[in-house]
């Protein structure tokens, strides 16, 4: 009898640990996420004055994870309004890249600057400000590195960074600049522009970059395409074909989106990148919600996460959103895989 109830305990908890459904978190809007040495480690965008930290050794477990406050800062010019923050790993050391705005600041058309803090060894250390990378409206700022060509930030910039945004008029694009500190950018340029009616729903955009390696050393971006706040709301991806990063000529965009609004959930989009813990597969962190069909964006998304797969030439394949609840396989590696110390792709 004891034996039996061992060998089910055991049984279970190695089940468990290998499935989860999703949403992996409620409140869960702009989700960017990263395996680190035995746990995940999950942030969103905060309304509520600081950045929150969601950290656990599984997916199933992160609805339960620990938290912690890993930000929040009185300034006036950088005091609210926290979004899309981002872990990355540059030589060793964990930064979290995000937006911030002043206070009482209008959600569209006033300043949202993008900023740096610097963190330790692991994401969990504790962050200290490092910096302003632009002082042009400039949102969901994050990190890229290309073979050859190095570190970059990509970004969603105006169209004329000198004038308000506009929806219509002065919308927003994917901007690229060379990274040429933690802290500090080179020349901006445009890479993508919304020009399919699906990046024009509600109004024209494109925000949200995320780099997406293979292992062929090919790089794409993904990128969240129309208003947030309809149902169209889609992941689409440029595709880099191997010259210098800032020319648009060096992209290509996919005509159509690679993930959008499917099986009860609404405004797929706004989307992370991660590795399982042993490295070996691709999983893709994005947001949706379920409770208004022509979309929301508000506290009612979540957070999901989803398979990316590769075909033998290197193109991706986005696991569409499933039904809320759906039992799925975990990914590769977080029963008793070996971790892995990198997250991050080889370096040059
Ligand atoms: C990483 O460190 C190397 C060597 O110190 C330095 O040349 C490089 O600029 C650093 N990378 C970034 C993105 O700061
Ligand atoms: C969220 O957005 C939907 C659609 O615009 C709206 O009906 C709902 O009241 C909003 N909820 C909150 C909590 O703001
Ligand atoms: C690269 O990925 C493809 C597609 O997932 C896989 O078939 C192939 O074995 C991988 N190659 C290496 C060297 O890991």
């Known amino acids: ?37 035995g746990y995940y480690y999950l942030l969103n965008s905060q309304i509520d004055g600081h950045i929150q930290m969601v950290r656990s050794t599984t997916l199933g477990g992160m609805v339960n994870g620990d938290t912690k406050n890993v930000w929040q800062d009185s300034t006036p010019s950088r005091c609210c309004a926290y979004w899309a923050p981002e872990q990355h790993q540059i030589n060793g050391t964990w930064y979290i890249y995000y937006t911030a705005s002043p206070q009482s600041a209008d959600p569209f ?10 963190g330790g060894a692991t994401p969990w250390d504790t962050y200290t400000y490092l910096g302003q990378l632009s002082d042009s409206w400039s949102i969901d700022g994050s990190i890229i590195h290309f ?4 570190h970059y930030f990509i970004y969603s910039c105006l169209l004329d960074p000198t004038q308000p945004a506009n929806p219509t008029t002065n919308y927003q694009n994917i901007c690229i600049a060379p990274l040429t500190s933690v802290s500090t950018i080179g020349t901006s340029s445009i890479i993508s522009s919304p020009t399919f009616d699906w990046e024009k729903h509600g109004a024209s955009i494109n925000e949200g970059p995320h780099a997406l390696y293979n292992n062929l050393s090919q790089v794409y971006i993904t990128f969240s395409a129309s208003g947030c706040g309809t149902q169209y709301y889609a992941l689409g991806l440029l595709t880099w074909t191997g010259g210098d990063p800032t020319e648009e000529a060096s992209w290509t965009k996919s005509p159509e989106p ?83 110390e990198d997250p991050e792709p080889p370096q040059n």
């Open 1 to 37: 009898m004891l034996c039996l109830s061992f060998l089910l305990t055991g049984f279970l908890s190695l089940v468990t640990a290998s499935t989860y459904t999703n949403p992996i978190r409620t409140q869960g809007a702009d989700p960017h996420m990263v395996y680190f040495q």
């Open 109 to 118: 058309t006033s300043a949202h600057s993008p900023y740096v803090l610097q």
């Open 147 to 150: 073979p050859i060509y190095g």
């Open 258 to 340: 690679v993930l959008s609004s499917a099986n009860g959930n609404y405004g797929t989009g706004h989307n992370g990148v991660f590795l399982s813990p042993d490295a070996s597969e691709v999983w893709n962190v994005f947001h949706a919600e379920d409770q208004y069909p022509t979309g929301a964006c508000n506290s009612s998304r979540y957070t999901m996460a989803e398979r990316i797969y590769f075909a033998a030439d290197g193109t991706p394949t986005f696991e569409q959103a499933m039904k809320l609840g759906t039992v799925e396989q975990g990914p590769a590696g977080e029963d008793g895989g070996s971790p892995v």
